[in-house]
């Protein structure tokens, strides 16, 4: 079982950057597949990022892909989500998750944080 709690979601301003963190409890961190994904009211939830358990993959969505950077400290039990040049269509609640597959796909994750809002305004 893993626990998930993300931060540093905030308002900015379209160009600027946020950096996204998921702090994860229990010893089972560095054997999951992490992943990004973002929500915005009415819509389904999307894939941005995903990392393999070693950080030795990463894929993105087209729309993040050149801006946002996914990576993880196992040591720190932590992913990261850098995301700069911000859109206002980056506009969303963000989650991360945790999966055993290395997936896009919101279903195959079973540990989700509660997300953090990121808001980029025009």
């Known amino acids: 079982q893993v626990q998930l709690v993300e931060s540093g979601g905030g308002s900015v301003q379209a160009g600027g950057s946020l950096r996204l963190s998921c702090a994860a409890s229990g010893r089972t961190f560095s054997s999951y597949i992490m992943g990004w994904f973002r929500q915005v009211p009415g819509k389904e939830r999307e894939f941005v990022a995903r990392?393999?358990?070693?950080?030795?993959?990463?894929r993105y969505a087209e729309s993040v892909k050149g801006r946002f950077t996914i990576s993880r400290d196992n040591a720190m039990n932590t992913v990261y989500l850098q995301m700069n040049s911000l859109k206002p269509e980056d506009t969303a609640v963000y989650y991360c998750?945790?999966?055993?597959?290395?997936?896009?796909?919101?279903?195959?994750?079973?540990?989700w944080g509660q997300g953090t809002q990121v808001t980029v305004s025009s």
């Open positions: 998750a945790a999966s055993r597959f290395y997936s896009a796909i919101p279903g195959r994750y079973d540990h």
């Open positions: 990392i393999t358990s070693s950080s030795d993959s990463t």
